[in-house]
């Protein structure tokens, strides 16, 4: 496979998904002793181009790696980030790349993406348990972290009403009850 430059990976999104991509942006800075380039790619589509941008990464690095999804509840939405790095392998060329999407509370599903890299799994299981966000198809819906007995509708990364109450929070040394 062709190893495309960053500004040109990020052009290929906006060339394969359309209106499906919201923007990307490359960002670069020297890192150690000798100065080699450390390069992240941020990357933002639409939900309804997620499965497409997932599988334009594939075509990018024929096993890209997914280290894991981090989630963030801003309000309205919950933004899902899918941390992946591509040509690995090859010195001083491995890419970080950071695909976003944003979903509503309205309507908090997502695909699952085992089918195209099923060590997703894993992440996929917590995003479920900890976010509220529904990963349509995921062969394996088992919690991962929390209790069986653990309520359910509470999830612990969330800002709102669903997330955990007053009660279920303890207070960390050095900090003072709400």
Request: with cysteine.
């Amino acid at each position: 496979m062709e190893r495309l430059t960053p500004q040109a990976i990020i052009d290929s999104f906006g060339k394969d998904l359309g209106d499906g991509f919201v923007g990307g942006s490359v960002y670069e800075c020297e890192v150690a002793v000798k100065k080699n380039k450390f390069r992240s790619l941020r990357v933002e589509v639409k939900k309804s181009a997620f499965r497409d941008a997932i599988d334009h990464i594939c075509h990018l690095q024929e096993y890209p790696h997914l280290a894991i999804i981090s989630s963030s509840d801003l309000g309205a939405e919950v933004e899902l980030i899918y941390h992946f790095t591509i040509y690995y392998g090859h010195h001083l060329e491995e890419l970080s790349l950071g695909l976003r999407v944003k979903l509503p509370k309205s309507d908090l599903k997502i695909p699952t993406i085992t089918d195209l890299i099923p060590g997703a799994l894993f992440t996929e299981r917590e995003t479920q348990e900890m976010m509220g966000v529904e990963v349509v198809g995921i062969p394996d819906k088992r919690r991962l972290f929390l209790p069986e007995d653990f309520p359910e509708g509470v999830y612990p990364w969330r800002k709102d009403e669903k997330g955990p109450p007053d009660d279920m929070l303890r207070v960390l040394p050095g900090r003072e009850p709400k």
